[in-house]
């Protein structure tokens, strides 16, 4: 069983749409989650750390649901520069990192 | 601040030819590491390293080396390239200290085995 899984999509929205993704992962000791965005021949950069808590940065909303073992990114009103691949990464005890495949977005005008 | 510095962008090489791929990062970072990404398959981590003079296997090592001699440099080898080593490739850093922020990536290594 994968460490992470994610719907590859592609998720096709109009601007002005919200959009959420979700990710499920298989180890209940995982320690840190966070949301990567990865434009198109390029290198995966830090979106949002996933706090307990739920935690929030402008239109983007990310949530960890420890007892369903999953994270989701909810992105609210879509820019045209929204799309890209959003990658799911959880880490280990052993500070490993582990990603997802990836959900591509494509942000219609 | 140039953070992780990858060489070369891009590669061709013919099956069985050897080269080496340079990662270096000016954080002081403890941690590096090497991933491969390929289509629908994600990144896998191909080695990794906790410090100066360390190394450890990841999910995909087979026909990798790799070396730490200095912190700041993790070097990446392939000694019999072959046409499934075709990928991009990113080298990746973190500390302790760090490790809640996730991973500062380099900008990738394109590598055709031919």
Known sequence: RKEVEQDPGPFNVPEGATV????????????SFFWYRQDCRKEPKLLMSVYSSGNEDGRFTAQLNRASQYISLLIRDSKLSDSATYLCVVTNTGNQFYFGTGTSLTVIP | NAGVTQTPKF?????????????????????MYWYRQDPGMGLRLIHYSVGEGTTAKGEVPDGYNVSR????????????????QT???FCASNDRDSAGYGYTFGSGTRLTVV
Do not use: I, W
């Not at chain 2, 001699?69 to 499934?84: D, H, M």
């Open chain 2, 69 to 84: 001699l200095k912190k700041q440099n993790f070097l990446l080898g392939l000694e019999s390239a072959a046409p499934s």
């Open chain 1, 20 to 31: 959420a993704f979700n990710c499920t992962y298989s180890n209940s000791a995982s320690q």
């Open chain 2, 87 to 89: 990928s991009v490739y």
């Open chain 2, 11 to 31: 590669r061709v090489l013919k099956t069985g030819q050897s080269m080496t791929l340079l990662c270096a990062q000016d954080m002081n970072h403890e941690y």
